[in-house]
């Protein structure tokens, strides 16, 4: 069964850090093209980043700077590390993966990030 | 990159169709894709390419593309259909947009 599994989510104070993480199995991340995505709490979807099979990475014009994307790919895990973060973050971070063009067509099930004084 | 537009909410009667909107300048021209998000759950993609349905989604959805707006059709509308969903697009080769997301009620 192909699962991505995210974690490292939590409560953080405003200028903090965290990173999280994304286990796949039944999928190789290496060999797709990657993504992060949040949503704020009732709020709509968000692009974050994207790593792609390559390695080349591109964050948007919201993160760029502070977020980083990488994998490691002998644990088959996504990661996203963030740094200096702010109050406009704090929202649930999903991982996807696009097997279909570039449709996000397998998702996790989120983490949710905190980040309040 | 852009905002793509959709309407806030959608409502239709059990067993019509609900029709979807997503509006960019010159949308006819990129590849559009469609999520549908239960409460409480991951996003699902229901149409990939404009118009091609991955495999489980029900023959009931389906897309189209031209001009200045992509279109989501859901027929035969059931319960299960309630939802918000969003339009999204490959932006300048970097930047995944999504639309503002549409929240379709049954009636």
């Known amino acids: 069964e192909v699962q991505l599994v995210e974690s490292g989510g939590g409560l953080v104070q405003p200028g903090g850090s965290l990173r999280l993480s994304c286990a796949a199995s039944?999928?190789?991340?290496?060999?797709?093209?990657m993504s992060w995505i949040r949503q704020a709490p009732g709020k709509g979807l968000e692009w974050v980043s994207v790593?792609?099979?390559?390695?080349?990475?591109y964050y948007a014009a919201t993160v760029e700077g502070r977020f980083t994307i990488s994998r490691d790919n002998s644990k088959n895990i996504l990661y996203l590390q963030m740094n200096r973060l702010r109050v406009e973050d704090t929202a649930l971070y999903y991982c996807?993966?696009?097997?279909?063009?570039?449709?996000?067509?397998?998702w996790g099930q989120g983490t949710m990030v905190n980040v309040s004084s | 990159s852009s905002e793509l537009s959709q309407p806030l909410s959608v409502s239709v009667a059990l067993g019509q169709t609900a029709t979807i909107t997503c509006a960019e300048n010159?949308?006819?021209?990129?590849?559009v894709h469609w999520y549908q998000q239960k409460p409480g759950q991951a996003p699902v993609l229901v149409i990939y390419?404009?118009?091609n349905r991955p495999s489980g989604i029900p023959e009931r959805f389906s897309g189209s593309n031209s001009g200045n707006t992509a279109t989501l059709t859901i027929t035969r509308v059931q319960v299960g259909d309630e939802a918000d969903y969003y339009c999204?697009?490959?932006?300048?080769?970097?930047?995944?947009?999504f639309g503002t997301g549409t929240k379709v009620t049954v009636l």
């Open positions: 996807a993966g696009m097997t279909t063009g570039d449709a996000f067509d397998l």
């Open positions: 039944g999928f190789t991340v290496s060999n797709n093209y």
């Open positions: 790593i792609y099979s390559g390695g080349l990475t």
């Open positions: 010159n949308i006819g021209d990129k590849n």
């Open positions: 390419g404009d118009t």
């Open positions: 999204q697009v490959w932006d300048n080769r970097i930047a995944r947009v």
